[in-house]
């Protein structure tokens, strides 16, 4: 008979963070804090805001893969719910910055 | 695994009784209600997602006056509740552990842990809206803006340029939108939170079933993310200049 439900082996046995981890990406979080303040007394002229988004983005990586477990989820249709939230949030900033940077455009 | 009728029915007869009649067994059920609660998240990422489309627009037309804007909050405030957020994840998880593990009172301590680091940044926060207030620094009509863009502090007097305080006054509605949405989310968080201590407390939570204090969790990590993004986008704008 099919396995009607895949998932359901697995799900019996969820992941449980170790305190050590945990502890390790809060530690990280609180340093790229610092950093982020830091870098922005720095004059990197145009970089300053990629570098501040790029610190942004790897505290929000950490974030969703370890503390909201992400990682260890054993329901595949998750990482497609989030990745298809980042692609309509780069649709709804990219279109709407093209028409916006392009309107003196002759 | 193999799902027979029979062993549907035999997990609905001898396993948890938070187990409802539709889900066939324990993994699927949790794997709905967190798929369930991604997809709410995802939602949330298009509604944060529309003031950040205005702020990147209005970033873009209005530079310099939102640099100087900016400079007007104060980055130690910023810094400090983004760290009081940081560590609320962290008890967060702390917190999904323990009702993992079946522990009450580790549970019951963590959640109002968070609470705590929950009401600590709306305190901070309050104090810097209550800051704005004095300095007539929030749109409307008392609204007063007066400062130099960013980098002119050096020039001569007649030389310096100043901010346009219609542009300033964009970037503070944006800063209000944004982290009064922020706050708001923050202040419904601490409320469910407030529920779930109740909860753990009269032992509704366990191994066996802790699916609200999970999904609950997600909630609380999205809001942290969400400053992660707003605190560099706010606070730490042209501040080299």
């Known amino acids: 008979m099919a ?28 340093v790229f804090t610092g950093i982020t303040v830091g870098a922005a007394f720095i004059d990197l002229g145009p970089f300053n805001i990629v570098v501040a988004l790029v610190i942004a983005t790897i505290k929000a990586t950490l974030v969703v893969l370890f503390f909201m477990h992400v990682k260890y989820t054993n329901e595949k249709l998750t990482p497609l719910v989030i990745v298809s939230a980042i692609f309509f949030l780069f649709l709804l900033l990219g279109l709407s910055m093209a028409d916006y940077a392009t309107r003196l455009w002759r | 695994m193999q799902t027979s009728p029979a062993a549907v029915v035999e997990a609905h007869a001898h396993d948890n009784p938070a187990l409802l009649h539709h889900f066939a067994t324990e993994g699927q059920q949790k794997n709905a209600a967190s798929l369930g609660m991604w997809l709410f998240l995802a939602q949330e990422v298009m509604f944060f997602g529309g003031m950040f489309c205005a ?24 810094a400090i509740n983004t760290a009081v957020l940081i560590c609320s994840s962290l008890t967060v998880v702390l917190a999904v552990r323990a009702a993992q593990l079946g522990k009450r009172t580790a549970l019951v301590i963590w959640l109002l842990l968070t609470i705590v680091l929950g009401l600590v940044f709306l305190g901070i926060k309050a104090d810097e809206y209550a800051e704005k207030f004095e ?17 002119q502090e050096g020039k001569p007097a007649a030389e310096q340029q100043y901010a346009n305080p219609r542009h300033a006054e964009m970037y503070f509605s944006l800063y209000f ?15 469910i939170f407030a529920y779930l201590a109740l909860m753990a407390y009269r032992g509704k939570y366990g191994a066996e079933y802790y699916t609200p ?10 809001v942290d993310i969400v400053w992660i993004y707003l605190f ?10």
Do not use: C
């Open chain 1, 3 to 30: 396995n009607h439900f895949p998932n359901e082996a697995e799900a019996t046995h969820d992941h449980i963070s170790p305190v050590g981890s945990s502890v390790a990406i809060w530690l990280t979080l609180l």
């Open chain 2, 55 to 78: 702020y990147l627009i209005y970033r873009y037309k209005y530079f310099g006056d939102f640099g100087s804007a900016s400079q007007q909050l104060s980055i130690t405030l910023g």
């Open chain 2, 135 to 151: 300095k007539h620094h929030v749109p409307g009509p008392h609204f007063s803006y007066h400062e130099l863009l960013p980098g």
């Open chain 2, 177 to 191: 939108a944004m982290t009064g949405m922020h706050a708001l989310h923050m202040i419904i968080g601490v409320g």
């Open chain 2, 213 to 222: 204090i999970e999904n609950s969790g997600l909630y609380w990590h999205f």
């Open chain 2, 232 to 241: 560099p986008l706010l606070y730490l704008i042209d501040r080299h200049r």
